[in-house]
């Protein structure tokens, strides 16, 4: 299956570099209505056959216009949502951005007792993305089934930053704690992965540059 993780546009939170979890959070800035609607034609060459995003109201913006350029409805998942800042949330301070982050890494290096005050355990957190996850690769094999494309569909998902990071270092076999704790995500950038939750992922490309 071919996956394509979507980070949502810029917000009001991300210019000023704020912790902003909560639901249903911050709409889009300017920007990032622009961001969004420029996914269109960055996803034009895909067989987008499904799309998702978190109930957050960013990601839904995010997807709006893709999801009308490509007649589809988009699939409304909570599992999808950011990683809860916790005791953290709306700081945006240094200290607090390292804090959380550094859960993150930690995660992904497999202490998952690593937890934020007030914030989410880690098991939770896979556990609530890979559900979502396992329906994609539902979605998609009904539809390879149902030949609605020429090449095998793909699913996109938009989701948020630390979650797809999160969840790429932990389960991209071609990946690591290290790779991803060094770079971000930007505002509508995308990893493209294939494979299957039963064999596993590998990322192909992160944000256009390909993956050895």
Same mark, same amino acid.
Do not use: K
């Given at each position: /299956?071919?996956?394509?993780?979507?980070?949502?546009?810029?917000?009001?939170?991300? %210019?000023?570099?704020?912790?902003?979890?909560?639901?249903?959070?911050?709409?889009?800035?300017?920007?990032?209505?622009?961001? $969004?609607?420029?996914?269109?034609? #960055?996803? !034009?060459?895909?067989?987008?056959? $499904?799309?998702?995003?978190?109930?957050?109201?960013? #990601?839904?913006?995010?997807?709006?216009?893709?999801?009308? #350029?490509? @007649?589809?409805?988009?699939?409304?998942?909570?599992?999808?949502?950011?990683?809860?800042?916790?005791?953290?949330?709306?700081?945006?301070?240094?200290e607090s951005l390292v804090a959380y982050h550094g859960v993150l890494v930690e995660w992904m290096r497999g202490q998952h007792d690593?937890?934020?005050?007030?914030?989410?355990?880690?098991?939770? %957190?896979?556990?609530?993305?890979?559900? %979502?996850?396992?329906? !994609?690769?539902?979605?998609?094999?009904?539809?390879?089934?149902?030949?609605? $494309?020429?090449?095998?569909?793909? %699913?996109?998902?938009?989701?948020?930053?630390? /979650?797809?990071?999160? &969840?790429?270092?932990?389960? $991209?076999?071609?990946? @690591?704690?290290?790779?991803?704790?060094?770079?971000?995500?930007a505002n509508t950038g995308i990893v493209v992965l294939s494979g299957s939750s039963a064999?596993? &992922?590998?990322?192909?490309? &992160?944000? @256009?540059?390909?993956?050895?």
């Amino acid at each position: /299956m071919r996956l394509l993780l979507i980070r949502h546009g810029q917000t009001p939170s991300n %210019v000023i570099r704020a912790l902003d979890t909560g639901a249903p959070g911050p709409g889009l800035t300017e920007l990032g209505l622009e961001q $969004a609607a420029a996914l269109v034609a #960055a996803l !034009a060459d895909e067989p987008i056959g $499904a799309l998702f995003a978190s109930n957050l109201q960013r #990601a839904q913006l995010t997807a709006a216009p893709l999801a009308d #350029a490509l @007649g589809l409805e988009v699939a409304i998942r909570e599992g999808l949502r950011e990683i809860a800042a916790g005791c953290l949330e709306l700081r945006s301070d240094a200290e607090s951005l390292v804090a959380y982050h550094g859960v993150l890494v930690e995660w992904m290096r497999g202490q998952h007792d690593a937890r934020l005050d007030g914030g989410e355990a880690c098991a939770d %957190v896979y556990a609530r993305f890979n559900a %979502v996850i396992e329906e !994609a690769e539902a979605v998609a094999a009904q539809l390879a089934e149902e030949g609605v $494309a020429e090449l095998a569909p793909a %699913v996109a998902i938009v989701s948020h930053g630390a /979650m797809i990071r999160a &969840w790429c270092g932990r389960h $991209a076999e071609n990946l @690591g704690a290290d790779f991803v704790a060094a770079r971000t995500l930007a505002n509508t950038g995308i990893v493209v992965l294939s494979g299957s939750s039963a064999d596993g &992922w590998t990322v192909e490309t &992160w944000e @256009g540059s390909r993956i050895a």
